[in-house]
């Protein structure tokens, strides 16, 4: 794809250097998430703790910890084949609702995965964003992963644009999703077991939006290999 | 061939109980139901993978009325869809009828042979019995 020469490890001074999106930069992608899902585990679950049923956490921890077990075993050379691991991995394991919502997000891209370049993981990840719009018939504003989602998307489609280069646009795409996590924490829950609560879900950041701002946070960090 | 059932919940057990209620309904009458409940350890949680698959069996040709419990048994019975070929997802119907109800008023009706479309407006159906006594 144009990276003759470029060696995927090689860092080249201080210059930021994308991995390619092949298999194994999205097994990175998808690993880094694992991890930071770990990390953020008792966060995730005290955000739905008050706002819904104290889950998303756990759920996700099993799911992603589930994924990372099965890209170890398979042979991970067809970056499709790699996301819709991913999807139907989290569709088995993780049990609520984000188990359908992410594991649609991860199918979607992978069937609209086409090329290994930076544009084509945007129109990737804009794929399963849609499919996470369809699924939940959510917008942005109804306190959902959308939140964080979007403005990713909306970020890292104008940094390219722009022409600033993949780890740029994802810098870019992590801060939006941030600001976008963020913005949730005064809205009324519209979608979801949260909306059951009304008034009472204000104050509280959404977990799926958190959950969904560390997506796009490790795609920052595994697909900018350089420094 | 009658149309078949799948039930697909958060809680095997809650499932499984609903088939047994409506099978009840049934005795001596053959009807496909299948059960998509729980998570991979037995906890509460849906896949819809496993409800793919519930449905699969389900088909025998005359296609299949999903019931679910609620929240993400809606959005895993979705997502299943996207696991069929484009065939049987047309045979497939995602029912907005009450679990309970709705199953046992579908489950009596496919056992009569009904058609899918059939089926499917009797579990709507559901909750008329209740509604008509209570406001009696």
Redesign the interface.
Known sequence: MGRAGAHPGAALGRLSVAVPVDAAGLTAWVTEFARLVHEQRDELTRLDAAIGDADHGANLDRGMTAVVAALEGGPADDPAAVLKTVATTLIKTVGGASGPLYGTFFLRAAGALDGGDAGAFAAAVRAGLDGVAARGKAEPGDKTMLDALTPACDALDAALAEGRDLPDALRAAAEAAAGGRDATVPLVARKGRASYLGERSAGHADPGATSAALLVQAAATALAGGS | MTVGLVVVSHSRALAEAAVELARGMLPGRELAVGVAAG??DG????????IADAVTAADGGDGVVVLMDL??AV??A??AL?FLDDDQRARVVLSPAPLVEGLVGAAVVAASGASRDRVAAEALQGLAPKQAHLAG
């Open positions: 998570d991979v906890g509460l949680g849906t896949d819809a993978t496993a929240g993400s959005l895993s979705e997502t996207e």
